[in-house]
């Protein structure tokens, strides 16, 4: 990245449309801009918007920014959106200097510049993807810095803790303690509960950004697949009469009241000889382990068979399922919330879905909740408390200060890669590189 030159990029997506954007940024997009704009009094002020005409290609609107999203001079053009105006519009801003902006250069550049921590910027990738009023919701609450707030007064208060320890080594000849030994452990214990509170967070922050993963779990031929198909209102899993077609975890989404729900169909719960069977039993256990909400189908035409699965802290809705051919239903007695349904006729499933959205509403955040929803930030928090249980069980053991300032400046490392204090060309690289070009 050459941060000193001009990039252009087309800001809108690929195609025909009724209009198109195209973005420069850098010192000398004024100038580009202008050489080509008439008549010349069509002179671009300060957020101020001109229709004009593009030499004698089209029609636009410009607008100019001293101190865009990037923080730089930035114009955006507005022009019709035929391809051949786009591309031959584009080449001309390049061939009178400007440089083909890289994959979320323009978001990259915001970071460099502060207009933007490095958590608010990878926010902007997930407002962009998000496709549900839950993923909106979640990547503006993190873009306009309640997360990175947060963030901020946790690397405070890991400072100042860090400060009496590098002071005491200051005076290490004098044998003097700075930092009573009592308060640093209260210090310790407020961070870890903090960290605790986010980490724990990840959980729900991951599923509203992926899905709320919900297991359908229950014996062969209960009717698993044919539910997902039902939920669907698509033919997305193969359903037999032969015990064991589910051999692997299928995975597919819909959205209820604004939430994704990302179901895994899973393999029938029995015992097998079958080698490839029995790994997708695997799988399935392992679905139920990851899963926020598991749904048990049983087939109500069959004896109840006590499941071979740990659900004790799960949440279960328990489906008896071919409810249509049976009038046995009154005699199963279960723990788990139970619905009588028929995937077939479609019968109970709208009480399903209610009950599913209910079963979900206790977890779901409020408002000014702050949700760790970035794998590579819970990662990071992750090892920041790491750090900070051996600062405490140094603490504990008499450790010297000079080891305990290491790990709380290890802690202070594994934060600052979350805001972009402790970054690098990779990381970044990385980052932006998911970013679509023009943002």
């Known amino acids: 990245m050459r941060p000193n030159d001009t990039i252009v990029a ?25 050489k080509h704009i008439s008549p010349l009094t069509s002179h671009l002020s300060p957020r101020r918007a001109i229709y004009c005409r593009f030499d004698d290609l089209d029609d636009i609107i410009a607008l100019f920014y001293p101190k865009g999203y990037t923080g730089e001079p930035t114009v955006e053009i507005s022009c019709h959106g035929s391809l051949y105006i786009q591309q031959a519009l584009l080449q001309i801003l390049v061939d009178d200097g400007a440089r083909l902006a890289e994959p979320g250069e323009f978001t990259r550049r915001a970071f460099l510049n502060g207009r ?99 297991a359908i779990v229950g014996r062969p031929n209960a009717g698993k697949s044919s539910l997902l198909n039902a939920l669907l209102g698509d033919d997305r899993a193969i359903v037999s009469d032969i015990p064991g077609t589910t051999r692997d975890t299928i995975e597919e989404t819909l959205t209820l009241d604004g939430i994704t729900f990302r179901f895994i169909d899973t393999a029938g719960l029995r015992r097998s000889d079958d080698t490839v069977e029995t790994l997708g039993i695997e799988r399935t256990r392992k679905a139920v382990a990851d899963a926020l ?76 909740d702050v949700l760790v929803s970035n794998t590579r930030h819970y990662e990071a928090l992750r090892r920041v408390q790491q ?16 080891l305990l300032a290491v790990d709380l400046r290890d802690a202070l490392y594994h934060l600052g890669a979350v805001t972009g204090e402790v970054t690098s060309d990779e990381i970044l690289g990385n980052i932006f590189g998911r970013f679509c070009i023009g943002k």
């Open 10 to 34: 087309i800001s809108t997506p690929h195609g025909v449309g009724g209009i198109a954007v195209i973005r420069l940024s850098g010192p000398d997009a004024l100038a580009i801009v202008e």
């Open 116 to 214: 933007l921590n490095l958590s608010q910027a990878e926010a902007v990738a997930d407002l962009i993807d998000s496709v549900t009023p839950g993923q909106h919701r979640l990547a503006v609450s993190q873009l306009r810095g309640g997360y990175a707030q947060r963030l901020k007064e946790l690397r405070q208060q890991l400072l100042d803790l860090t400060s009496l320890m590098e002071l005491e080594l200051d005076f290490s000849q004098e044998d003097v303690e700075f930092a009573d030994r009592s308060h640093l452990h209260q210090l310790l214990s407020t961070l870890n509960s903090q960290l605790s509170t986010l980490n724990s967070s990840f959980r729900m922050g991951n599923a509203l950004k992926r899905g709320i993963p919900v």
């Open 293 to 368: 909400l598991v749904l048990f189908v049983h087939d109500a035409t069959s004896p109840w068979q006590q499941p071979d699965l740990d659900l004790s802290d799960k949440k279960v809705l328990l489906l008896l399922n071919k409810s249509d051919l049976t009038h046995l239903l009154s005699d199963f007695h279960y723990s788990f919330p139970t619905f009588e349904i028929s995937a077939k006729t479609g019968f109970g499933l709208d009480e399903l879905r209610t009950a599913m959205l209910a079963a979900v509403h206790d977890e779901m955040p409020r408002e000014d």
């Open 387 to 402: 750090a900070l249980v051996d600062v405490t069980r140094g603490l504990d053991n008499g450790t010297p200060a000079d």
